[in-house]
């Protein structure tokens, strides 16, 4: 079991990523919506692939961290695995 001062830090961290990956998330519909460069086809594919796969992280962390915060967990790691 951690500690209390352990798991606030542990906390800290996952809300940072999560607020990492969000703010990735948003800047890649930005560049979606309005891009800064002409993109093939592909090209247009990947972002929209690259969009998915942030916010699947971003959902996760986010679903992670309530989790951590609500149980006696030995690692945000084990929730992030189940």
């Known amino acids: 079991m ?3 001062t352990v798991k606030q830090e542990e906390i800290q961290r996952m ?3 999560w607020i ?3 703010q990735k998330k948003a800047a890649l519909y930005e560049e979606l ?23 699947v992280q971003c959902g996760s962390l986010y679903v992670a961290l309530g989790a951590f915060r ?3 967990a030995v690692s945000a ?6």
């Open 77 to 82: 790691e084990a929730i992030l695995a189940s």
């Open 15 to 17: 809300k940072t990523e």
């Open 33 to 55: 919506d309005r891009p800064t460069r002409p993109r093939s086809h592909d090209a247009q594919l990947d972002l929209v692939n690259q969009i998915k796969s942030v916010g």
């Open 20 to 22: 990492d990956a969000c």
């Open 2 to 4: 951690l500690t209390k």
């Open 70 to 72: 609500r149980s006696k």
